[in-house]
């Protein structure tokens, strides 16, 4: 998914949303939302990147969007657009999204199925929900790849997780592993990606990796993160340090939730629309050879929306710089 914004902020002083760190430690993000078009537009609620905190591992982007009825907003339509340093991670509910990319690739994201593009030097696709799509509901996430990586040559992988038991929960595991289940999709750092269920008056315990800081991303229903009641949309940030995670569904309905997991990423980057870099000289590189439709990019086959690509927005009057985010604190420290 691009960020569709015409005037992106710059990412170390993003529009502000708010933060409240609970007793439990565990600081509530709420979202902002942004729309992804024009007058129908359909409307996303973007909780990373933020001004408090702007990663969770290496996740470094995270849009929830839906159950949204196409018939009143026309789905979504997003032309052409390019990537760089990153790999985006699509994940729905509800709905079907079409996929094709400047490497060949002409897929369908459909519900509980993982499609991850990597864009490492340079990338683009377009997505477009499909005729047959009533309400399309999901999530769209970004990865920042490591220096090391990060231009990595595009790729498309697929898979299928299994849906399991765990507890009275039900899990699907799309990237990392977690209740004895591991995907073989290939990522660059370590991290967790889950869609976890809970029915009504549900609990659970996870086994989690102490060296990973979290985010729990609710979806729908009421879930409690440590003792720490989240509402929909809220994501939840749980520092390392933790051998265990439980949360609970004290509602009277289902509860859908994503959970987030990586080891703190440790580098710094710079993220302006839809590139990663790492410094302004990068990003104003990658801006003006998509401008000029370089082949670092290459080209999508086959899309046939009104607007041929997406041109990139004007950059701001400054120097960008590296975004930073708070240092992790360990999950037994004391609350300020």
């Given at each position: ?30 979202p ?49 657009h ?115 269920t ?26 409690t ?34 959970l ?42 086959g ?34």
């Amino acid at each position: 998914m691009s960020n569709a914004e015409t005037r992106p902020a710059e990412i170390r002083c993003a529009q502000e949303a708010t933060t409240d760190r609970r007793p439990s430690g565990v600081e509530v993000l709420t979202p902002r939302a942004v729309p992804l078009g024009g007058p129908r537009a359909m409307t996303v609620r973007r909780t990373l990147p933020q001004r408090a905190r702007s990663l969770i591992g290496a996740w470094c982007f995270a849009d929830h969007y839906g159950p949204d009825d196409v018939a009143v907003t026309a789905g979504m339509d997003v032309a052409p657009h390019p990537h760089t340093g990153l790999q985006t991670v699509s994940w729905l509910f509800t709905g079907e999204i079409e996929h094709r990319d400047s490497l060949g690739t002409h897929a369908t994201v459909r519900p509980g199925e993982l499609n991850l593009m990597t864009g490492g030097r340079g990338i683009c696709h377009s997505e477009v929900s499909t005729p047959q799509t009533t309400v399309l509901h999901g999530v769209q996430l970004w990865l920042a790849l490591p220096d090391a990586h990060r231009d990595a040559p595009r790729d498309f992988q697929h898979h299928v997780p299994a849906l399991v038991a765990h507890g009275e929960a039900t899990v699907r595991v799309f990237l990392g592993d977690l209740c004895g289940q591991s995907s073989p999709v290939r990522v660059f750092t370590p991290l967790l990606g889950a869609e976890i269920t809970l029915p009504a008056g549900a609990r659970v315990s996870l086994d989690t990796y102490p060296s990973f800081e979290h985010g729990v991303l609710v979806d729908s229903g009421t879930v409690t993160a440590e003792g720490t009641p989240l509402r929909q949309a809220e994501l939840g940030y749980l520092s390392p340090g933790r051998p265990h995670l439980t949360l609970t569904n004290d509602g009277v309905g289902p509860a859908r939730l994503i959970l987030l997991g990586g080891e703190p990423f440790g580098e710094e980057i710079v993220m302006w629309w839809n590139f990663v870099g790492r410094g302004h000289d990068d990003i104003v590189r990658f801006r003006e050879e998509w401008q000029r439709e370089s082949d670092r990019f290459g080209r999508v086959e086959g899309y046939e929306g009104p607007t041929p690509r997406l041109p990139a927005p004007t950059l701001p009057n400054a120097r960008l710089t590296p975004r930073h985010t708070p240092a992790p604190r360990p999950a037994d420290a004391p609350d300020d």
